[in-house]
């Protein structure tokens, strides 16, 4: 069995309590915690920046942070959010003039690095360097808000990362982010990915009996995983 991981994206969560709805999530079972940076340039919307990613280390959250940089120029960011804290940082190789060149500003800064796929980028980003990959980050819907639906044509892109990624022999994760539920986690891990974004599925799935806790959303999350 794969190691699975689930990230909630803090996109969904509650702002005015960030640090608390960290803190819950992880305590309910969460792996990690993904951040959803966009720039209103390369995406529609604006979000957070690194100065989110200090704070809550600063609070005292221990868990990996999986930024997601969806800006451009991507350099600069790149350097902030490691010195803010992160844990892996993936860019989309639409951002980046030099896509080898900001995979290894990440890795020489001792930091995971990955790559975007937004649902009609090609995989042949990857061709000529799977070997500074950490995490492939397959997008399951356009990026830029949250709260969309799963595109099912993610799942044949997942596989196909998933070809790549073992024909490597490499310990690349393959993330998925968009409209993942507990309802089709299992067919997305089934197409191969092993590491799940979630937002709204989880932030607005708080356990009736205590609105801090979300043992609930991400035991269905585990179960289905457990049955993939």
Request: with cysteine; glycine share 8%.
């Amino acid at each position: 069995m794969r190691d699975y991981k689930i990230a909630p994206s803090i996109l969904s969560a509650n702002f005015a309590c960030l640090g608390q709805e960290v803190d819950d999530v992880l305590a309910s079972g969460a792996d990690m915690i993904h951040f959803d940076v966009m720039d209103n340039h390369y995406v529609p919307n604006l979000t957070i920046g690194p100065m989110v990613c200090e704070a809550l280390r600063k609070h005292g959250v221990s868990a990996p942070i999986d930024c997601h940089l969806m800006v451009t120029p991507v350099d600069q960011l790149i350097g902030d959010f490691i010195d803010a804290g992160a844990d892996y940082v993936t860019f989309h190789p639409e951002a980046s003039q030099h896509i080898d060149r900001s995979l290894q500003l990440i890795k020489s800064r001792g930091c995971k690095a990955g790559l975007v796929f937004n649902p009609a980028t090609s995989l042949a980003y990857l061709d000529y360097v799977m070997d500074k990959i950490d995490m492939i980050l397959i997008m399951s819907v356009n990026p830029g808000f949250g709260g969309q639906s799963f595109i099912p044509a993610a799942l044949d892109k997942l596989r196909e990362a998933r070809r790549r990624i073992d024909a490597s022999g490499r310990p690349i994760r393959l993330e998925v982010d968009g409209g993942v539920s507990a309802d089709n986690i299992a067919e997305i891990a089934a197409a191969g990915a092993d590491t799940f974004v979630s937002g709204s599925s989880i932030f607005k799935a708080r356990n009736l009996e205590d609105a801090n806790r979300y043992d609930g959303i991400l035991g269905r999350m585990r179960s289905a995983l457990a049955e993939a």
